[in-house]
C-alpha cells in the first residue's frame, strides 16, 4: 500500500501538482521530469512532429531556391566553395548516397542563373523560400505560445537578413577556420604531440560548436518574442548533440540499406533522404522547445489548474495584478512595461497574461505604445478607471440578469453586479496603487 501511495504521489507532482509549494530542489527534480516527458510526447506524436512534417515538404520545395540565392550572394564574397562540404556534412549520415545527393545539388545550383530567370522566375525563388523561412517561424511561435506573427515589413526584413546576410557569416567562418587549420603556425604545431592531439580535439568539435552556435542564433532571432542568450546557448548545445547522436544512429540504420533497396528500389535513397530531413527539422524544434522551458519555467512549475485556461476567478485576478503593476509604473513615471516583463513580474503563464492585455485594451483601459516590443500604459487618466470596470473587462461585460429566465436568478445576479459595484466601484486605479498598503486581488474579490 506504502508503495502505490508512493507512486500515486510521484505521478502528481509528475503531471498534475504545481511545484511551487515543494522545496527548490525536488521542484527543479520534477520539472526536469516534466520538461523530458513533454519533450519525448512532441517528438513522437505531439504537435512538433506535425510541424516538423510539414517542414519536410516546404523545404524540398524551398531548398535549392535557397541555396540559389544564398550561393549567388556568397558566390560575390567569394565563400561559395564551403558550400559542398557543408552539405557533406549535412548529409553524411546518408553515407555514398549523400555524396551523390550533394554532388547533383551543388550541379543544379551551379547551372542556376539568377540574372536571366526573369522577374517571374525571381518571384518565384523568393516565395519558395521566405515561405519556408515563415514556417519555420510559426512552429517556433507555436513552441512560444505567440499569437502575433511578425508584420509584413518586419518580415520583409528579417527573412532578406537570413537569407542574404545569414549564409555569408556562416560560411565566412567556416572558410576562416579551414584556413586557419591549414596555416603554416598550425602545421608547425602538428610536430608537437600535444598541439597535434589538441588540435585533433578542436577539428573534431569544431562542426559542432559552430552548428550549435547557428542553431543558438536561430532560437534567438525566428521567434517574435525576446529569447535571451543563455537558454538559446544551451538549446543549441543540446540540439547540435542531439543531431550528432541521431547522425550516427541513421548512419547504422543506413548500413542495411540494401534491405530498403529490396522494397523500395530506386525510391530508397529519396525515403531515407526524407526521414533525415524530417529528423533535422524536429531536433532543431525539439531544442527551441528546451530553450523554451529553459526561459519560461513557470510553465514546467505551474499546476494543472494553471497549464489550461483560466478560470473566470482566475481571469479577474490576473487583471487586477496587472492594472496595479501597469497603473504602479505609470503612477510613478517609469517605463511602460512589456508583456513578457508583466508575465515575469506576476510569474504567470505568457497565454493568460496576453489574453488579459488584449480584454483590457479592448475595454479601453489599456493602450498599447506603437514599439517593439509592445509596451502598455493606462488608456485614459487612471483616477477615471474603477477596480469594477477591470473585472468586467475579462468578464467581457457587466452581468447580464437578462440572461436569465427566472425572476430568482435575475435577482441574484443584480445582487451580484451591486456588490461588486458597492466593493470596487468606488475605488479608482489611482486611489488603489497610490496607497501605502493597496489591497490584494484576492482581497478586493472578497470584499
Not at 550572394?73 to 548529409?91: D, M, Q, S, T
Not at 529553459?294 to 497549464?307: D, H, M, N, R, V
Not at 517605463?335 to 505568457?350: M, V
Amino acid at each position: 500500500m506504502g508503495i502505490m501511495k508512493a507512486i500515486e504521489t510521484f505521478i502528481y507532482w509528475l503531471q498534475t501538482g504545481n511545484l511551487r509549494v515543494l522545496n527548490p530542489w525536488k521542484a527543479r527534480f520534477f520539472a526536469s521530469l516534466r520538461a523530458f516527458k513533454d519533450i519525448i510526447q512532441d517528438a513522437s506524436n505531439g504537435p512538433l512532429s506535425l510541424h516538423a512534417m510539414s517542414l519536410v515538404y516546404t523545404s524540398m520545395l524551398a531548398f535549392v531556391p535557397l541555396l540559389a540565392l544564398s550561393f549567388s550572394v556568397l558566390h560575390a564574397f567569394g565563400v561559395h566553395n564551403a558550400v559542398e562540404p557543408f552539405l557533406l556534412n549535412l548529409l553524411d549520415p546518408l553515407g555514398e548516397q549523400g555524396e551523390e545527393i550533394t554532388q547533383q545539388i551543388v550541379l543544379f545550383v551551379d547551372n542556376i542563373n539568377v540574372g536571366v530567370l526573369g522577374f517571374v522566375g525571381l518571384i518565384f525563388l523568393l516565395f519558395t523560400t521566405i515561405g519556408l523561412i515563415q514556417k519555420v517561424e510559426n512552429a517556433f511561435n507555436y513552441i512560444w505560445q505567440i499569437k502575433t506573427p511578425r508584420s509584413f515589413v518586419q518580415k520583409f526584413s528579417s527573412y532578406l537578413s537570413v537569407i542574404l546576410v545569414g549564409p555569408v557569416l556562416v560560411f565566412s567562418a567556416l572558410g576562416i577556420t579551414a584556413s586557419l587549420m591549414a596555416s603554416d603556425i598550425a602545421q608547425q604545431a602538428l610536430d608537437h604531440e600535444v598541439a597535434e592531439q589538441s588540435l585533433a580535439l578542436v577539428s573534431f568539435l569544431l562542426p559542432y560548436a559552430l552548428l550549435a552556435g547557428a542553431l543558438s542564433f536561430f532560437y534567438i532571432f525566428i521567434p517574435n518574442t525576446r529569447v535571451r542568450f543563455l537558454p538559446a546557448l544551451v538549446g543549441g548545445l543540446i540540439a547540435a548533440a542531439l543531431w550528432k547522436l541521431t547522425g550516427m544512429a541513421f548512419s547504422g540504420m543506413m548500413s542495411g540499406s540494401t534491405r530498403y533497396d529490396a522494397i523500395y528500389s530506386s525510391f530508397a535513397i529519396m525515403i531515407l533522404l526524407l526521414i533525415w530531413i524530417y529528423l533535422n527539422w524536429l531536433i532543431l524544434l525539439l531544442g527551441s522547445k528546451v530553450t523554451f522551458f529553459l526561459q519560461k519555467p513557470i510553465y514546467l512549475f505551474a499546476g494543472s489548474e494553471e497549464s489550461g485556461t483560466p478560470s473566470s476567478c482566475q481571469q479577474e485576478q490576473l487583471a487586477l495584478q496587472l492594472m496595479q503593476a501597469i497603473g504602479k509604473q505609470f503612477a510613478e513615471g517609469q517605463k511602460p512595461l512589456t508583456a513578457e516583463q508583466l508575465a515575469h513580474r506576476l510569474q504567470q503563464p505568457d497565454g493568460w497574461v496576453g489574453q488579459a492585455l488584449q480584454a483590457l485594451q479592448s475595454a479601453n483601459i489599456l493602450l498599447g505604445l506603437n514599439q517593439e516590443p509592445e509596451a502598455y500604459i493606462p488608456a485614459r487618466d487612471i483616477d477615471s478607471i474603477s477596480l469594477k470596470s477591470v473585472v468586467d473587462a475579462v468578464r467581457g461585460k457587466a452581468v447580464d440578469s437578462g440572461v436569465a429566465t427566472v425572476i430568482p436568478v435575475q435577482e441574484t445576479l443584480k445582487d451580484i453586479d451591486t456588490a461588486l459595484q458597492d466593493s470596487l466601484g468606488r475605488c479608482s486605479l489611482k486611489n488603489w496603487v497610490q496607497s501605502e498598503t493597496p489591497q490584494t486581488p484576492d482581497e478586493s474579490l472578497r470584499n
